[in-house]
């Protein structure tokens, strides 16, 4: 049995430590992304009734009110709340048919083939996601043009 730590050196295996760390680090891009968008947002809105209250001038106030809608836009066009949730998901999903792979466990047990085994079950999750992707896509492209 391998361990994660020893040197695995096959396709399969490069390949699916290069998904991991991708959907890693981009799911935790997107999440950062996704939180400065909301906090900006949340602090803007709550700046609105002080700068009236305070009689700031109204370009002011109405200058923040278009921000928020701005940042709320980029979110819907950028998709960074799904993308995170997607690529967070498929990262975990991903660790776990590693620890699969590496256990000799679940579909891995006995197989003829672990190795090629690996490299289906991989690309079949990546495959996936990026379908999914791509929908998400479709359907944030429709939304903004309105239909």
Not at 99 to 120: K, M, N
Request: net charge negative.
């Amino acid at each position: 049995m391998a361990t994660d730590t020893a040197p695995i050196d096959f396709p399969a295996w490069t390949r699916l430590q290069d998904q991991i760390a991708w959907y890693d680090a981009k799911s935790q891009a997107c999440q950062s992304r996704f939180k400065i968008l909301k906090i900006c947002q949340i602090v803007t809105a709550a700046a609105i009734p002080v700068a009236a209250g305070v009689s700031a001038p109204v370009w002011l106030v109405g200058g923040a009110g278009a921000l928020i809608v701005v940042l709320e836009g980029l979110q819907q066009l950028e998709q960074y709340q799904q993308n995170w949730t997607s690529y967070r998901s498929t990262c975990e999903q991903l660790k776990h048919e590693r620890f699969l792979f590496l256990a000799e466990a679940g579909p891995y047990r006995g197989a003829a083939d672990s190795h090629a085994l690996l490299a289906e079950r991989v690309e079949s999750l990546v495959s996936q996601e990026h379908a999914a992707w791509v929908g998400s896509r479709e359907e944030s492209s429709k939304k903004m043009a309105g239909g």
